[in-house]
């Protein structure tokens, strides 16, 4: 069974502050995606990354595959308020037709 | 923009009572899923679909089924409901058909209380 580790679980920041989320698993994927998840709503695709040592960029917020496939992370410059939210990482196996998602990273920025 | 619908976003029901809950999609996705998501586990997958009237099981399919007689509906029974059923549930469509990785649209939840 593949399976997703995030860490840290929780994290609360002030704002302006930097911050890296990590995903980690023993399997190679052969991509994987970030969701974040705002209170009362369903989680939303914001990245995808495909390609081992691949990074993305979506303004503040960096992507970063691993080189061996098995862990990604995702980084955030001078977070704002409006970051706040769970954070959910999902791999796609080789082969398989369904992803599997890591537990998830609450993320929360103090004004 | 893709719509996925869930009928309830909240529901209180009782113990061995059984539950529907409705899922409709706007954007003629051939997938869609059931999730449950529990604090500290994620989205843990139930069961999905390819296609019309068919199905399956996911890793925690125990106690639910599923039906999808339409493309754009896909509907989660739990034919006895157990307190330890209570959880968000997230319905989810996709497409493969743009190729490439599957970007699932998700649906706002619906928090099922089993009391």
Redesign the interface.
Known sequence: TQL?E?SP?FLSIQEGENLTVYCNSSSVF??L?W?RQEP??????LV?V?TGGEVKKLKRLTFQFGDARKDSSLHITAAQPGDTGLY?C?G?GQGA???V????TRLTINP | DVK?TQSS?YLVKRTGEKVFLECVQDMDHENM?W?RQDP??????IY?S?DVKMKEK?DIPEGYSVSREKKERFSLILESASTNQTSMY?C?SSTTRTG?????F????TQLSVL
């Not at chain 1, 998602?101 to 998830?104: K, N, S």
């Not at chain 2, 490439?100 to 699932?104: A, D, F, Q």
């Not at chain 2, 998700?106 to 939840?109: A, E, I, K, L, T």
Request: proline share 2%.
């Open positions: 997703l995030q679980q052969s991509s995606q969701y009362g709503e369903g989680p939303v695709l995808t495909v959910l999902a796609a037709q369904k992803l998602f890591g537990q998830g | 996925v976003r899923f999730y500290g586990l994620g989205l843990r997958l999905f390819y996911g997230l989810a490439g990785t599957e970007k699932l998700f649906g706002s939840g």
